[in-house]
């Protein structure tokens, strides 16, 4: 009986050893072919890009400082919506919410501070405090994939499906807190462009329980100038 158990742990160790060394692998193939290496001379991303949904177009502007600075602009009905964490801390403008400047905290600050990550989260995951698990290959919308279990620090849970073919992101399911309400969120990755040895997703596709987003990339523009005060929380 104690030998059984015995072997059944050392079963176990070698289960989670080849687990951990499987997604290693599946990680270091994936990082390989977004082009990770270029991304550490990357200082800066500027991108202009149109976001269609429900048969509106919105022109969007996003604009990121490494390592920690977001700032992201759109366009809706006339009206300017602004998104931005400074590196510290994070607001936005959103006239459809109420006149001003409001900080953002709770959820959605998380979500700025997530945004704001230029390498990913899945990059260096563990000393970000992350954690991760290869859950293993599944069926993602007909197409081979690994699928990851990725838990953040502060518990928040997504799951990345990764191509198996070519080691890039093909889509990512999550739940995220909207309007006071949990909901689930689904982000494709349709068609990636390299840029410079990067592969950037030029288009993806945001599934909501109030419909499809559709974001297209329309020009990336790497290591521009760009001053701190762009992220900076204008005065009230």
Same mark, same amino acid.
């Given at each position: 009986?104690?030998?059984?158990?015995?072997?059944?742990?050392?079963?176990?160790?070698?289960?989670?050893?080849?687990? =951990?060394?499987?997604?290693?692998? *599946?990680?270091?193939?994936?990082?390989?072919?977004?082009?990770?290496?270029?991304?550490? %001379?990357?200082?800066?991303?500027?991108?202009?890009?149109?976001?269609?949904?429900?048969?509106?177009?919105?022109?969007?502007?996003?604009?990121?400082?490494?390592?920690?600075?977001?700032?992201? #602009? !759109?366009?809706?009905?006339?009206?300017?919506? *602004?998104?931005?964490?400074?590196?510290?801390?994070?607001?936005?403008?959103?006239?459809?919410?109420?006149?001003?400047?409001?900080?953002?905290?709770?959820?959605?600050?998380?979500?700025?501070?997530?945004? =704001?990550?230029?390498?990913?989260?899945?990059?260096?995951?563990?000393?970000?405090?992350?954690?991760? #698990?290869?859950?293993?290959?599944?069926?993602? %919308?007909?197409?081979?994939?690994?699928?990851?279990?990725?838990?953040?620090?502060?518990?928040? *849970?997504?799951?990345?499906?990764?191509?198996?073919?070519?080691?890039?992101?093909?889509?990512?399911?999550?739940?995220?807190?909207?309007?006071?309400?949990?909901?689930?969120?689904?982000?494709?990755? *349709?068609?990636?462009?390299?840029?410079?040895?990067?592969?950037?997703?030029?288009?993806?596709?945001?599934?909501?329980?109030?419909?499809?987003?559709?974001?297209?990339?329309?020009?990336?523009?790497?290591?521009?100038? !760009?001053?701190?005060?762009?992220?900076?929380?204008? =005065?009230?």
């Amino acid at each position: 009986m104690k030998r059984t158990f015995i072997l059944t742990a050392l079963m176990l160790v070698a289960l989670i050893g080849t687990q =951990a060394q499987s997604l290693d692998k *599946v990680l270091e193939k994936h990082y390989e072919a977004t082009g990770h290496k270029k991304m550490a %001379d990357i200082e800066t991303y500027i991108i202009k890009a149109k976001m269609s949904m429900m048969g509106m177009e919105m022109p969007m502007n996003i604009t990121m400082k490494a390592p920690d600075k977001f700032k992201i #602009e !759109v366009d809706m009905m006339g009206q300017k919506t *602004v998104q931005a964490y400074d590196g510290e801390k994070g607001w936005m403008i959103n006239p459809m919410m109420g006149s001003g400047i409001q900080d953002l905290e709770g959820d959605q600050l998380q979500q700025a501070m997530e945004q =704001a990550d230029m390498e990913g989260e899945l990059y260096d995951y563990k000393k970000k405090g992350h954690s991760a #698990e290869l859950i293993g290959k599944v069926n993602a %919308d007909g197409v081979e994939a690994y699928r990851i279990k990725f838990t953040s620090k502060d518990g928040s *849970v997504k799951n990345y499906f990764i191509d198996a073919k070519t080691y890039l992101i093909s889509k990512m399911k999550a739940k995220i807190e909207a309007q006071g309400q949990t909901v689930d969120i689904e982000t494709r990755m *349709v068609e990636y462009q390299n840029i410079d040895g990067i592969q950037m997703a030029k288009k993806t596709e945001v599934i909501l329980p109030m419909g499809t987003q559709t974001i297209i990339m329309e020009e990336i523009k790497l290591n521009e100038k !760009v001053d701190d005060s762009v992220f900076a929380r204008p =005065a009230n």
